[in-house]
């Protein structure tokens, strides 16, 4: 059953809800939110969301999770015609970020008696997000909760996927899974499951290195508490569609990226208090920024960090990333607290970059920047400041400082690697030869750009090229299915002026297209008015290799300037450098 809403809101955003039945006694409520709102949540959202929430009837009545606050009218619709709200027995909790318990209160409000389920971290943030009193009841893992007719649930612990607050539920009868965050995906389509994995991988990969990469360690720890369990046949994810046919493949894919992750030699740990301001939304885009180039992020939320934690997480950076808590109210105090365990445990090889959250209310940035400068670390961005809401600019620039910090902790190891190879070798790679060429990108109101020589025509039919683009480019993240660029090529000859000007090495959030003439494209991206030729493309795929993005794209239109003109070629004198 789907449901619309209503007119006016729909206007704006187009939301419905979705109501099927999962497994015996066991119902979804999937709240569609099909358009991009990306200041609601982590990331760039270009196929929409979903919020999912699960209803069990046995002889007692849970309910698992809620919805956003943006979907209150339709998702108490739904569960109005499911349910009589008086006869919910319990609310299970898998995770307290507003996206899943955005309507706790309202349905406390149509049952004040519902005993809320969830791990004490929960409980905790919950009385600060609801305000009024509640029943409770605290669970870890093992602990189970019968409902009868079968339904017997056992709860295991997930800290940190994505707060340290979530637990997932496993219904021994269903042998359904809930996880809320962990296995989701943020797509959203009519599908209920997960029948046609070529559509969803690239999400699926998207949303893990986003969410989930930074807390790799965690992840292994949930991975091998689940496979305790029962057989799973159904994983009920809070985002995107319910996994059933690739649950093997999917949880084997999210071990082993972890594993990687896990096995990084250089670490940044990155403290903010999670839920605050726009914190995690700007936590989120200079971690993507920071594990681009392969170094591992491990994030910790300030509301809850223990001083022992804190410590170790400190003495296992090479930087710290602190974003600044709130000065008053609940979490200050804790915050302030781990504030001080930082500063008493960092050393002066560390380096380390400050971020504002926009949280109205929070520590000032410079008095916290003298203090850990004067212990003797060095930063390596500008602290970030953020005045109102952040825009698309402010995103880009967090991402790119925390590639910039990225490249900066990994410098030894890549002039390590351009000396690795056999020399021989190497000079014979070196005769591999290919024209000079600028991809140029703009996604909505950012852009970006990067001098390619790793281009190649890859299909006739229909027209597409390949181009190899080095993970921690900042113009990869322009370069996902469905993006749109310009490549532009470079003339034989007068492609001295814009290749120097594009191999500078850009501040963070700078712009790539000052002092340089362009013209828009019809897919919005810039083209050079001093190249040859230019190729409008569509990325329709991409190949994954150890330290580069293979993107295929098909090309949609192009011109080209002076018909007897030829393209620049770029011959190099060895393999294991551009
Ligand atoms: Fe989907 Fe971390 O909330």
Redesign the pocket.
Known sequence: MVASAPRSARSRVRLTTEISDIAPETTTIRSLDWDRDRFD??FSLENGTTYNSFLIKGEKVALVDTSHAKFRELYIDALNELIDPQDIDYLIIS?T?P??SGLVRDVLELNPDIIVVGAKVAIQFLENLVHQPFKSKVVKSGDRLELGNGHELEFVSAPNL??PDTIFTYDHKTQTLFT??AF?MHFCDDHTYDEDLDILEAEFRLYYDC?MAPNARSVLGAIKRIKELPEITTIAT??GPLLRYNIEELVGRYQDWSQTQAKATTTVGLFYVAGHGYGDQLAQAITTGITKTGVAVEIMDLRVAEPQEVRELVELSSAIVLGMPPQSGEVAENAAAAIGTILAAVNSKQNFGLFEVGGGNDEAVYPIRNRIREIGLVEKFEPIKIADEPTEAIYQLCEESGTDLGQWLTRDRTVKQMKALDTELDKALGRISGGLYIITAKKGDISSAMLASWVAQASSEPLGVSIAVAKDRAIESFLHIGDHFVLNALEEGKYQALMKHFLKRFAPGADRFADVTTYPATNGSPILAESLAYLECEVVSRMECPDHWIVYSIVTTGRVAKADALTAVHHRKVGNHY
């Open positions: 949540i982590e995770h970020e996206d899943h994505h707060w809320c965050d989701g969410l809070g985002h």
